[in-house]
Nanobody, 130 residues
Framework: QLQFVESGGGLVQPGGSQRLSCAAS????????ITWFRQAPGKGREAISC???????HYKDDVEGRFTASRDNAKNTVYLQMNSLKPEGTANFFC????????????????????????WGLGTQVTVSS
């Protein structure tokens, strides 16, 4: 089954940094938008960042300025650099591909229906705690 493999999660202190990776396993990185999602305990999955095939990035308001998405097509990998992490940022992080990035509306990224996303991985857990 073709899917992304997320990695880089772990325990980090508040105010710390973490870099997540989203690697295409056994296939080339799609020439499409790659969206990062997070799912906090007991909450739904929300889109927080997207990077287009041209490297244009979009962010949810509460991570903009702290998180940076990038992609290395040669390595078939997308990254999410997370700085100034907050305790409420504890979540499982996923990446997935779709034709276009989510629409940004009033500071929120509105994704397409989840079934329209491809290559969902198992996620990587980030725990922000002292």
């Amino acid at each position: 089954q073709l899917q992304f493999v997320e990695s880089g999660g772990g325990l980090v202190q508040p105010g710390g940094s973490q870099r997540l990776s989203c690697a295409a396993s056994g296939f080339a990185l799609p020439n499409s938008g790659i969206t990062w999602f997070r799912q906090a305990p007991g909450k739904g999955r929300e889109a927080i960042s997207c990077i287009t095939s041209d490297g244009i990035t979009h962010y949810k308001d509460d991570v903009e300025g702290r998180f940076t998405a990038s992609r290395d097509n040669a390595k078939n990998t997308v990254y999410l650099q997370m700085n100034s992490l907050k305790p409420e940022g504890t979540a499982n992080f996923f990446c997935a591909a779709s034709g276009a990035c989510p629409v940004r509306f009033i500071g929120v990224l509105l994704p397409q229906p989840f079934v329209e996303y491809n290559y969902w991985g198992l996620g990587t857990q980030v725990t922000v705690s002292s």
